[in-house]
């Protein structure tokens, strides 16, 4: 599932050593948001600070991140993602790929993109699945036992500079 909780501070009293703490699980409406950081915050009269406590996305977020913005960029990650189909495995992988959320949004929206499901999660093996299941490259099927995939990957690599392969094993062909 697509969210992030986090944990939001005072930033006066953790400075000095005060940890009274509230827990606000992204996405959710704006006005939480408000009523969580007016509490903190003692209405605005100082700043705050959110630490990440618990989220799925490998997404590198700053203590200082302004909440508000982080919710509407995982409100449009959620939005674009039933647009486009795709799975949570993939939205996974372009975060980890971006570890930014506003930019793993614009990768999605300004480029094409395929994203392929891998067992070991090598270059190699995204080499053959290319190859025998989607048609990369001109190859007679009874040829493949003879082939070294890891030339293959190379080439891929050569005309592709835009491959990752995420640590879930999904890999992203971006052109």
Same mark, same amino acid.
């Given at each position: 599932?697509?969210?992030?909780?986090?944990f939001v501070?005072?930033?006066?009293?953790?400075?000095?050593?005060i940890?009274?703490?509230?827990?606000?699980?992204?996405p959710?409406?704006?006005k %939480?948001?408000d009523?969580v950081i007016?509490?903190?915050?003692n209405? !605005?009269e100082?700043?705050? @600070? =959110?630490? #990440?406590?618990?989220?799925e996305l490998?997404?590198?977020?700053?203590?200082t991140?302004n909440i508000?913005?982080?919710n509407s960029?995982?409100?449009?990650?959620?939005?674009?993602?039933?647009?486009?189909?795709l799975s949570?495995?993939e939205i996974y992988?372009?975060v980890?790929?971006?570890?930014?959320?506003?930019?793993?949004i614009?990768?999605? %929206?300004k480029?094409e993109?395929?994203?392929?499901?891998l067992?070991? !999660?090598?270059m190699?093996? @995204? =080499?053959e #699945?290319?190859?025998?299941?989607?048609?990369?490259f001109?190859?007679?099927a009874?040829?493949f036992?003879?082939?070294?995939?890891?030339?293959?990957?190379?080439?891929?690599?050569?005309?592709?500079?835009?491959?990752?392969?995420?640590?879930?094993n999904?890999?992203?062909?971006?052109?």
């Amino acid at each position: 599932m697509l969210e992030i909780k986090l944990f939001v501070v005072n930033a006066k009293e953790y400075v000095e050593g005060i940890w009274r703490s509230e827990t606000v699980t992204l996405p959710t409406d704006e006005k %939480e948001i408000d009523e969580v950081i007016n509490r903190i915050t003692n209405d !605005g009269e100082n700043n705050y @600070l =959110a630490f #990440v406590h618990e989220t799925e996305l490998p997404v590198q977020i700053e203590n200082t991140a302004n909440i508000q913005q982080l919710n509407s960029a995982l409100k449009a990650l959620i939005e674009l993602q039933k647009e486009k189909q795709l799975s949570d495995e993939e939205i996974y992988a372009v975060v980890e790929y971006n570890l930014d959320l506003d930019e793993a949004i614009e990768a999605l %929206e300004k480029y094409e993109y395929m994203f392929v499901k891998l067992e070991r !999660g090598t270059m190699e093996e @995204l =080499a053959e #699945v290319l190859v025998s299941e989607h048609g990369w490259f001109d190859i007679p099927a009874e040829l493949f036992r003879f082939i070294d995939w890891n030339l293959v990957a190379d080439e891929i690599l050569a005309n592709h500079n835009d491959v990752y392969i995420a640590n879930n094993n999904v890999a992203i062909i971006f052109w």
